[in-house]
């Protein structure tokens, strides 16, 4: 029908919006998974490629190397599920609860979150390593204390995310110097421009939020109840902390994320076979599948420990599989890049390339769900005007970890949205107004950009 199959930029742009109104009318008016408002969105774009152009081959091409790219995300998601109930079944995140809740107030948990996912997350590098292990543990002490668990999973989180921004470890940090062709250092260095304001500002929100909790009389006996129910239904042990201990030395000697998970798994299978006296091979199959099935006769406690598995992961894969068949749809029918060239045409300004940098890295985020591609094409397609402008590109890279590493999470159809509210049994969109340092940071990238340095 159409001669040039090539999407102009006002046409992309109607598009994208189009496909944004679909998604959020979904979520916020009908209360949708954001499963079904993708699939919209794949069908419709399809269908105007087809319009355009397209053959159906053509079509199904791009979907289908979008899906392979999301492979070793689905891999990890899948690992990560089998991890956290073998963890459960094995005693490793039973035994971080019960030694948190005997330690941590109630009123400080918000704060101990932040602090010690910032800490495990600088340490390994890695946002998914911190909320599977202690993240896991921490939304088990909220249940038990009575914090709201949309709370806690922010605290997590943003802490977790520290980590992939900051830590010299981080894939997306290092990938992000690369893009912008920087030492690594140099970059961390110039991100703390954005990261110690939004951080401050972060552990100031929770430490007040931590106050204003009121701590019922009953929870400290509904406390000791639950860790009288974790006791007497699983083994609790120092020796249980080893797989975790294991993964985390792993990360830092940078093993790659699968090989480390599967040592994680391996490990904590051993040790349980060891210190857990109902172990068997039965029991740990259907752990690695469903989770754990614990009858404790306490529904807090049962919450507790009656997680993970392989099929808990499976929304979050279906969703990556969507969102990933929808970006490579997008980059066949070039809608992506012709919105990015398009909007480089009006940049004269620092302030403007940089509040355009970060958009385009959020805008990526929305369209894909993918952290890297929100680094990679904007970084790709701004890096020249950078230096044309003659802005150092230091100003690029923190951009694009503040519009890409930071938003994914935000994103329901995102991959670390998906993993991280399976993981941690909140749904993005009801944590979504607690991660501060996650949408502070692109803030202070875009207020900073106004600066002449």
Not at 137 to 148: K, R
Not at 330 to 339: A, N, P, V
Request: glycine residues 10%.
């Amino acid at each position: 029908m159409f001669k040039d199959k090539r999407f102009s930029f006002s046409i992309s742009a109607l598009l994208f919006f189009m496909m944004l109104i679909i998604i959020f009318t979904c979520l916020f008016i009908f209360h949708a998974e954001a499963h079904v408002p993708l699939l919209i969105c794949v069908a419709f774009l399809a269908t105007v490629g087809s319009l355009k152009g397209y053959s159906w081959k053509e079509l199904e091409s791009g979907m289908i190397s979008g899906i392979r790219n999301g492979i070793q995300p689905i891999m990890i998601l899948s690992l990560i599920g089998i991890l956290i109930g073998v963890w459960e079944y094995s005693g490793t995140i039973p035994t971080v609860t019960v030694y948190a809740l005997n330690i941590i107030e109630p009123q400080y948990l918000l704060l101990t979150a932040l602090i010690s996912c910032l800490m495990i997350s600088s340490l390994v590098g890695s946002s998914f390593t911190t909320v599977s292990t202690i993240g896991v543990a921490l939304i088990g002490v909220a249940h038990a204390a009575g914090v709201p668990l949309t709370w806690v999973a922010g605290a997590v989180i943003c802490g977790a995310c520290f980590g992939d921004k900051m830590s010299p470890l981080s894939d997306t940090t290092n990938f992000a110097a690369g893009v912008g062709e920087l030492p690594i250092f140099k970059h961390i260095r110039h991100m703390m421009g954005t990261t110690i304001p939004a951080l401050s500002i972060t552990i100031l929100v929770f430490f007040f939020m931590g106050r204003s909790l009121t701590i019922a009389d009953t929870s400290t006996e509904n406390i000791q109840s639950i860790v009288k129910g974790i006791e007497s239904t699983v083994a609790i042990s120092g020796w249980s902390l080893l797989p975790p201990l294991l993964v985390i030395v792993l990360a830092v000697r940078r093993t790659p994320v699968i090989p480390s998970l599967v040592a994680g798994i391996v490990s904590a299978v051993v040790l349980a076979a060891i210190i857990q006296p109902a172990a068997n091979i039965s029991s740990f199959l259907a752990a690695m599948q469903n989770g754990p099935v614990f009858s404790v006769g306490n529904e807090a406690v049962e919450k507790i420990l009656n997680r993970g598995g392989l099929q808990s992961m499976m929304g979050s894969v279906s969703l990556i599989m969507i969102a990933f068949a929808l970006g490579g749809l997008m980059e066949k029918t070039g809608l992506i890049s012709s919105l990015l060239e398009g909007v480089i045409k009006g940049i004269r300004t620092k302030a403007r390339l940089v509040f355009s940098t970060v958009s385009a890295s959020i805008g990526i985020n929305l369209l894909t769900g993918e952290q890297y591609l929100s680094i990679l094409i904007p970084g790709q397609s701004f890096k020249k005007l950078y230096d044309k402008l003659e802005i150092d590109r230091k100003h690029l890279s923190r951009s694009l970890e503040d519009g890409g590493t930071l938003i994914n999470p935000m994103i329901p159809w995102g991959v670390s949205g998906a993993f991280m509210s399976t993981a941690l049994g909140v749904p993005v969109i009801e944590y979504l107004p607690f991660v501060f340092f996650l949408y502070l940071s692109p803030l202070f990238s875009i207020l900073f950009g106004f600066r002449k340095s």
